[in-house]
């Protein structure tokens, strides 16, 4: 392989290593938040975080495909003659993104975060029905996400 390929594969790498620290950094702060938030309020009807639905889609997203390059960035310096240095940072990356995902995905479908509607999603048009929902299935998956699918 080229040169100028491994050092690309290795920006990358560090990259994603850097991406999973940062990750898990983001999301011990909004668990500790939420703990604290169900600690102080949990009797006066809070106890919880407010986050977007969207902006959740997105960084659950994105931890899927960083997650999946790092994989495959694996892959190919295993089957290469890379280092075990970078062999070990690299599984590091990915799989500390994948765990930090898991655990919080966890935490979203706790009573720990609550899902507030976005204002793109109170628009007539952006309905779930408009897109062939049915009503009962909006229904319960407004019961479900606390009113927070059904427009």
Request: proline share 2%; glycine share 10%; with cysteine.
């Amino acid at each position: 392989m080229p040169k100028e390929f491994v050092h690309i594969r290795r920006v990358f790498i560090a990259a994603i290593a850097a991406a999973a620290v940062l990750q898990w950094a983001v999301v011990l702060e909004r668990t500790w938040a939420a703990l604290w938030a169900w600690y102080k309020f949990r009797g006066y009807g809070g106890g919880h975080i407010v986050v977007g639905l969207t902006t959740q889609v997105v960084f659950l997203s994105g931890s899927a495909v960083l997650a999946a390059v790092g994989y495959g960035l694996c892959r190919a310096e295993s089957s290469g003659a890379g280092s075990g240095l970078w062999r070990s940072l690299n599984q590091f990356g990915w799989l500390s993104i994948a765990v930090c995902t898991l655990f919080w995905l966890a935490v979203l479908l706790s009573p720990l975060a609550m899902f507030y509607r976005e204002a793109w999603q109170t628009l007539p048009f952006m309905s779930a029905t408009h897109f062939g929902g049915s009503r009962r299935a909006v229904r319960l998956a407004g019961a479900f996400l606390g009113d927070y699918a059904s427009s």
